[in-house]
Nanobody, 125 residues
Framework: QVQLVESGGGSVQTGASLRLSCLVSGRTSLNDVMAWFRQPPGKEREFVAAIRWADPSAWYGDLVNGRFTIARSSAQKTIYLQMNRLKPEDTAIYYC??????????????????WGQGTQVTVSS
């Protein structure tokens, strides 16, 4: 079983940066997919970014592409989300998630079987 613990959320102003971390423990494989999702107030959970342990290729949601960067450290067993040029619409609870090796459906939260408790990010104008 995989456990995920997020950290790094907070309250910032428009244009600021934050870095979220997700510490992964338990049994994982190189081809597992690790991702960040977010849930804005009153809205559905939405895909932010995904990456595999095995390679640095990444996938991004349209709303964050070019501003956010996902990265992983196999040695630290940690997934990061660097968020730059934050906007009020980025306000959400951010969740780290893990999935077994999948080739499609990376953006669908239903394909992920491990979830962290979430960390709040609030961006004020």
């Amino acid at each position: 079983q995989v456990q995920l613990v997020e950290s790094g959320g907070g309250s910032v102003q428009t244009g600021a940066s934050l870095r979220l971390s997700c510490l992964v423990s338990g049994r994982t494989s190189l081809n597992d997919v690790m991702a960040w999702f977010r849930q804005p107030p009153g809205k559905e959970r939405e895909f932010v970014a995904a990456i595999r342990w095995a390679d640095p290729s990444a996938w991004y949601g349209d709303l964050v592409n070019g501003r956010f960067t996902i990265a992983r450290s196999s040695a630290q067993k940690t997934i990061y989300l660097q968020m730059n040029r934050l906007k009020p619409e980025d306000t959400a609870i951010y969740y780290c998630a893990g999935a077994p090796p999948i080739d499609s459906g990376l953006r669908d939260p239903a394909n992920y079987n491990s979830w962290g408790q979430g960390t709040q990010v609030t961006v004020s104008s």
